[in-house]
């Protein structure tokens, strides 16, 4: 994966172009305060937690960037994580791609992680990078279900539809971010997979190529905030954390 005789280097992309409708109007989705903070800088600061992040990218909406930086100059990271803000494209594939094309050659590692994860635990962030040195092409961290899933017939919104089939759940898992990767390994999957063809995530773009994507344990504060009820629930941990962690 890199030369041996250098120290292996590993960078962070955070896409952050999406307007978060889910979460009603307003400013998108990744500048919504979350205990008075908007949910970017924490998700920057969860990455930059990490010893062995050196640089983040932050992806930001197509004509927003100088916004996003001049935010993001509001809170900075310190002397040891470098930051660099770049404009996005219509969809994250796009987004996630320009963040890429910022990263120097340097990188051998690289995190993808969504900026709605605000508050993913730094001991996740170092057991994704740490088995993508160990060799693993991709990583996920991923928790179990504990809900039954039922695969369906899609039907028009608000009607009834058939099941087809109950995977089982052992099987399961619901995956989280930040996703990691050998950064020749994502790049590949990125000019080689059509957007479309099937993958949501970037583990998926990397599943398309045949390469193995391994997962370790997640966390259960690293949940995306999609909807108002998950922003309540941040709201509680996040005020947990700063009662019990000394957390910023």
């Known amino acids: 994966m890199s030369d041996p005789s250098r120290p292996i280097r590993t960078a962070a992309v955070i896409p952050a172009a999406g307007r978060g409708v889910r979460l009603g109007p307003g400013a998108p989705k990744a500048l919504r305060a979350l205990g008075g903070t908007p949910m970017l800088v924490h998700a920057v600061r969860a990455m930059a937690a990490s010893r062995a992040v050196s640089l983040v990218v932050v992806v930001a909406p197509p004509d927003g960037a100088p916004e996003v930086r001049h935010l993001l100059d509001a809170y900075p990271l310190g002397d040891r994580t470098d930051l660099v803000v770049v404009p996005g494209g219509e969809t994250r594939q796009e987004s996630v791609r320009l963040g890429l094309a910022a990263l120097p050659d340097a990188i051998d590692v690289v995190l993808v992680h969504d900026a709605a994860r605000p508050l993913v635990p730094v001991d996740t962030v170092d057991t994704v990078i740490a088995a993508v040195r160990a060799g693993a092409p991709a990583v996920v961290p991923a928790l179990p279900l504990a809900d039954t899933v039922k695969q369906v017939d899609p039907q028009p ?65 690293a949940f995306k905030v999609t909807r108002p009820l998950d922003l309540v629930l941040a709201e509680a941990v996040l005020a947990r954390r700063r009662a019990t962690d000394g957390y910023v």
């Open 157 to 221: 919104q608000g009607t009834p539809e058939p099941v087809v089939g109950t995977p089982e759940r052992a099987r399961l898992r619901a995956v989280q971010t930040p996703q990691g990767f050998d950064l020749h390994t994502l790049l590949k999957a990125h000019d080689t997979v059509v957007e479309g063809e099937g993958a949501t995530d970037d583990a998926g773009l990397v599943e398309r190529l045949g390469e193995p994507v391994v997962v370790v344990p997640g966390h259960e504060e």
